[in-house]
């Protein structure tokens, strides 16, 4: 098994750019994550989705959107890029079939807005 | 509000050395809690959770449900041990994570 995987795993945009990150597991978890991790400021939720088609709201939603259209599959889109998104996101998946609410994670993709 | 600190960024040590890493936590209900750890370059992975009650790579973490702590410890530290780690509570849907310590242990 792949577990989770990302892509793209590095990526620079302009200011104003667009792109979407792509999130696929293999694991068939219900649930799936986008974090931000930024230095001193930890692991940030973005959005989250509790099955397919679902998503909602977590900690730092805005300027970005989210859609669940697989099971195995959560995509990240930002739809025009500013500086303060540069940063390292991560993927996760868990819930229901994995044990006690763990979380699984992908590598991690490196984005800088210039 | 859910919420998890972390009180200290940084802790620097020499192999062989006592390590605790503290966490407090404020979340209604009662949580499941996780530690994390992320070594350099890699991915962040469960380190242990506290219902397994369980010791992973000789580290142990103590839950204190009066002081709402959940302190993560090992007796003797390991230069592979140098990472960073995150205190996580959380319920069925998602996890709060703290802000992180790293740790570094000198040879």
């Known amino acids: 098994n792949a577990g989770v995987t990302q892509t793209p795993k590095f990526r620079v945009l302009k200011t104003g750019q667009s792109m979407t990150l792509l999130c696929a597991q293999d694991m068939n978890h219900e649930y799936m994550y986008w974090y931000r991790q930024d230095p001193g400021m930890g692991l940030r939720l973005i959005h989250y989705?509790?099955?397919?088609?679902?998503?909602a709201k977590g900690e730092v939603p805005d300027g970005y959107n989210v859609s669940r259209l697989k099971k195995q599959n959560f995509l990240l889109g930002l739809e025009s890029a500013a500086p303060s998104q540069t940063s390292v996101y991560f993927c996760?998946?868990?819930?229901?079939?994995?044990?006690?609410?763990?979380?699984?994670f992908g590598p991690g993709t490196r984005l800088t807005v210039t | 509000a859910q919420r998890v600190t972390q009180p200290e960024k940084l802790l620097s040590v020499f192999k062989g050395a006592p390590v605790e890493l503290k966490c407090n936590y404020s979340y209604s209900g009662s949580p499941e809690l996780f530690w994390y750890v992320q070594y350099s370059r890699q991915r962040l992975q469960l380190l242990l959770r506290h219902i397994s009650r369980e010791s992973i790579k000789g580290f142990t973490a103590d839950l204190n449900k009066g002081e709402t702590s959940f302190h993560l410890k090992k007796p003797f530290a390991q230069e592979e041990d140098s990472a960073m780690y995150y205190c996580?509570?959380?319920?069925?849907?998602?996890?709060?994570f703290g802000k992180g310590m790293k740790l570094t242990v000198n040879p």
């Open positions: 996580a509570p959380g319920g069925s849907e998602k996890l709060v």
């Open positions: 989705s509790v099955g397919e088609g679902t998503t």
């Open positions: 996760a998946s868990g819930g229901p079939g994995s044990l006690s609410y763990e979380q699984y």
